[in-house]
Nanobody, 115 residues
Framework: QVQLVESGGGLVQPGGSLRLSCAASGSIFRIYAVGWYRQAPGKQRELVAQ???????IYADSVKGRFTINGDNAKNTVSLQMDSLKAEDTAVYYC?????????WGQGTQVTVSS
């Protein structure tokens, strides 16, 4: 079983930056993909960014050029650098990982963009 621990959420003003981190632990032999999703109140969970092993990262159109995902397979971590934040980025952000043990989700971390 894989455990994911997220950190880095909080309150930030529009135009500001936050960095989310996610650390995975467990009997992980191989990571196939890591990603970040978000869910705003009253909306469905949506993909924000994802990177597959050996592949290029993909981003939701709404965050392209502002968010950057980085994965470190050696440390079993994934981060999401979020710049130029907007009010519409407000949501609970979830880390997601696909490993030899299947798909796992983090507990979620709140990101609030407000003045």
């Amino acid at each position: 079983q894989v455990q994911l621990v997220e950190s880095g959420g909080g309150l930030v003003q529009p135009g500001g930056s936050l960095r989310l981190s996610c650390a995975a632990s467990g009997s992980i032999f191989r990571i196939y993909a890591v990603g970040w999703y978000r869910q705003a109140p009253g909306k469905q969970r949506e993909l924000v960014a994802q990177i597959s092993s050996g592949g290029r990262p993909i981003y939701a159109d709404s965050v392209k050029g502002r968010f950057t995902i980085n994965g470190d397979n050696a440390k079993n971590t994934v981060s999401l650098q979020m710049d130029s934040l907007k009010a519409e980025d407000t949501a609970v952000y979830y880390c997601n990982i696909l490993t030899n043990l299947g798909t796992s989700w983090g507990q979620g971390t709140q990101v609030t963009v407000s003045s």
